[in-house]
């Protein structure tokens, strides 16, 4: 069973009933608000109800049996089957079991998460009666060591045994579980998605893919997938599935129609319980060329022709999502040669090249970009790939290794390819360094291509693209090569706007203008580029 009603209900009936006073209720609710503690163990730890009475309460509050018998716990072997730690650190206790459902006493009715996870271990309605936590932590406890188990007062995640944690990864091994993770992610890879959110709701579970950078629901699920699918996730990412309370970040890779995929994990916890976002990481369906990507011949001879000098900054501008990773990687792809060692600092590294040498930053143990970058120097490298130049450190660093021999690769969060100038400026690098280093910018956004296979007919349903009338990205792009008139107005401290006309003048063309030749060419609409690149009118 799933209980419906809310711990502020129940406080409230407390209230009303005479067991809590207002100033006491709003006590609790604000409690349970900042901390997400059992609403039990904040009302006996307020000093406002004992034990006894608020089990009676919430058994009568809920229509459900209140036990407090002796129990035999020494031959249950539900205990062993679901485990030991996680039984004492969730204060559950599975009594006996028949053919369609288990009898579960629980000190919280409110853990819908364990409750729910329970029901898909032993594949069973669950019945839920109700004891004192202190009661079950007793029994719990003279059960462990006539077991000759010992008691933790710690958390799972630490001290839980191997046994017991299996255990617990069996919960998120249910065959419906493991069907709906694996049908999801097969959609979202087939559909060509970038990403997968799993969201929970109040009565619900959402599921959404980005594809084309557009967030999509797919399909509403019941809220009792929730539990079984969090931790069948964190368990492929090898989180830890006990701890509901911090975010977690992870990798996992699977198969998927005979070929690995790579996805990176994020887990955070919402009022409804935990959300995850997985972006899928195919490289199968990313084409490392540039001029797959979008760019036309005379682009690409143009930046081989920047990358081809021995030492020099090329930076890639453009906001989140704007596939800047993805464009420097085609880039060094075209550049991966035997006789060249490249090294490449990112967080995460999304892609694996032979040949190529790469480093993971971890902030956690101090291998931030900066210090990574400078050990990287040390290596003898000849470029050099920065995920991303997001502090003063790291810009200096990059721009010395720019200046004493490297070429060195990196993006930036910046509007315009004229942006990076004022960007890095304000980091604290000196102009004149700028002038001396910078061999080219690019600025760059993403656009979604008009489906070439939608009929006429618009009531027809395209298969290809789903009826959005779009099918895949390309680049929309304005590369600035740095000449000598650009250069001085760099050391000069010109505004964007007069570097943007000088390099206009110099042959730029500039993002919006080529996005117009997209549109003119068919390869793009108009409300496409004014929803990218935030144009006012056309």
Not at 49 to 63: K, N, P, T
Not at 84 to 103: F, H, K, Q, T, W
Request: aromatic fraction near 4%; hydrophobic fraction near 40%.
């Amino acid at each position: 069973m799933t209980i419906q009603l809310t711990v502020e209900e129940f406080v409230s009936h407390l209230e009303a009933s005479g067991k809590l006073t207002a100033e006491g209720a709003l006590r609790v609710q604000g409690a349970f608000r900042i901390s997400r503690q059992p609403v039990d163990v904040i009302l006996r730890e307020l000093g406002l109800m004992q034990d006894a009475m608020i089990a009676e309460e919430l058994a009568r509050y809920l229509s459900l049996d209140c036990l407090e018998r002796p129990i035999d716990f020494s031959s249950n072997a539900l205990i062993e089957q679901l485990g030991s730690g996680y039984v004492r650190e969730n204060a559950i206790v599975p009594l006996e079991m028949d053919d369609d459902e288990i009898r579960l006493l629980a000190a919280d009715p409110f853990d819908r998460s364990t409750i729910e996870a329970v029901g898909y271990f032993f594949d069973r309605d669950v019945k839920l009666a109700l004891a004192r936590r202190s009661w079950i932590e007793e029994q719990m406890s003279a059960h462990a060591q006539a077991s000759g188990i010992e008691s933790s007062g710690s958390g799972p995640s630490q001290n839980a045994d191997d046994a017991d944690m299996e255990r617990l990864v069996d919960i998120a091994r249910e065959a419906p579980v493991v069907k709906f993770v694996s049908r999801i992610i097969q959609q979202a890879v087939d559909q060509r998605a970038t990403d997968i959110h799993v969201e929970p709701q109040a009565e619900t579970m959402r599921v959404r893919f980005r594809r084309d950078g557009i967030l999509m629901a797919t399909e509403t699920v019941t809220s009792s997938l929730h539990a079984g699918t969090i931790s069948r996730l964190k368990i492929l990412a090898r989180l830890n599935i006990a701890e509901r309370r911090l975010p977690q970040d992870g990798k996992i890779r699977i198969p998927i129609r005979g070929q690995e995929v790579d996805l990176r994990l994020s887990v955070m916890p919402t009022v409804h319980g935990e959300t995850a976002v997985l972006r899928i990481l195919d490289r199968q369906a990313v084409s490392l060329d540039l001029r797959t990507l979008g760019y036309s011949d005379d682009a690409v001879e143009g930046l081989l022709r920047s990358a081809s000098r021995p030492n020099g900054l090329m930076l890639v501008t453009g906001p989140t999502g704007s596939g800047k990773t993805t464009t420097l990687y085609a880039l060094l792809n075209a550049l991966n040669r035997p006789e060249v060692k490249i090294f490449t600092v990112e967080d995460p590294v999304e892609y694996r090249f032979h040949g190529i040498t790469q480093l993971q930053v971890d902030p956690t143990i101090g291998l931030t970009f900066a210090a990574a970058l400078r050990s990287v120097l040390r290596q003898d490298p000849d470029i050099i790939l920065v995920g991303e130049i997001r502090d003063r450190e790291t810009a200096e660093i990059a721009v010395q290794a720019a200046l004493t021999g490297h070429l060195v690769l990196s993006t930036l969060h910046t509007n315009s390819a004229v942006g990076a100038f004022s960007r890095l400026r304000d980091m604290g690098v000196e102009p004149f360094l700028l002038e001396a280093t910078t061999r080219c910018v690019i600025g760059q956004r993403l656009v979604r291509r008009l489906c070439k296979h939608c009929s006429p007919d618009r009531d027809q349903t395209c298969e290809n693209c789903g009826g959005t009338r779009f099918s895949g990205r390309r680049a929309a792009y304005e590369i600035l090569h740095v000449s000598s008139p650009i250069g001085a107005a760099i050391v000069k401290g010109n505004s964007e706007a007069d570097l943007l006309d000088i390099a206009c003048r110099e042959g730029m063309v500039p993002l919006r203008q080529h996005a117009a030749a997209l549109v003119e060419n068919g390869e793009t609409s108009v409300s496409e580029i004014v929803r990218v690149i935030e144009a006012e009118r056309w």
